[in-house]
């Protein structure tokens, strides 16, 4: 019996002209581009002594800007129940027996503040949602990031052509 026949080809790659349509790069092999590639993945590699350290000295300034970030919660919850009290009390106010012919506050003057104070509260709460969005984000970003440099030479090494695409497409 023969044995089957090889099938054996090279894959070029070319600029695709997209960001410089005048560029007058020529192709180049696929294994000198991977070569290329491995080099400036070397270049960014980190060791895993500094990315240990420098995680340890994210996750406490992380541990730091939390404590702050519960003061300053704990400081907008109290605007906020503020603004909803005043907000009650306007109300309370408005519909006393009292101020059936609009003795207390007119229905203008009810409808203004109501709106300062409706105004008040949304600006409180979407600062402590945006808060805890930064607060939470942050750590994980510098993590993956940290993760990625220090992962993505082996990962281009050892990966498919997808992963490889995807780690440069990264860079």
């Not at 440099?149 to 860079?171: E, L, M, P």
Request: hydrophobic share 30%; glycine share 2%; net charge neutral.
């Amino acid at each position: 019996t023969e044995a089957p026949e090889k099938t054996w080809y090279v894959c070029y790659y070319h600029c695709s002209k997209k960001y410089n349509p005048n560029c007058k790069q020529p192709y180049i092999r696929e294994k000198e581009l991977e070569v290329q590639f491995d080099r400036l993945l070397e270049s960014i590699t980190l060791p895993q002594e500094f990315v240990d350290w420098t995680m340890k000295q994210l996750r406490k300034a992380n541990n730091e800007e939390l404590q702050n970030r519960q003061l300053i919660d704990t400081s907008i919850q109290s605007a906020l129940n503020g603004v909803k009290r005043k907000l009650d009390n306007l109300l309370t106010k408005y519909l006393s027996d009292a101020n059936v012919n609009g003795e207390l506050i007119s229905d203008e003057e009810y409808k203004k503040q109501k709106e300062q104070y409706q105004a008040e509260r949304q600006r409180l709460e979407d600062q402590l949602k945006s808060m805890g969005y930064v607060q939470d984000n942050w750590i994980d970003t510098a993590e993956q990031v940290f993760n990625f440099t220090k992962n993505a030479r082996y990962w281009f090494n050892h990966g498919t052509k997808d992963q490889k695409r995807a780690i440069v497409s990264a860079i």
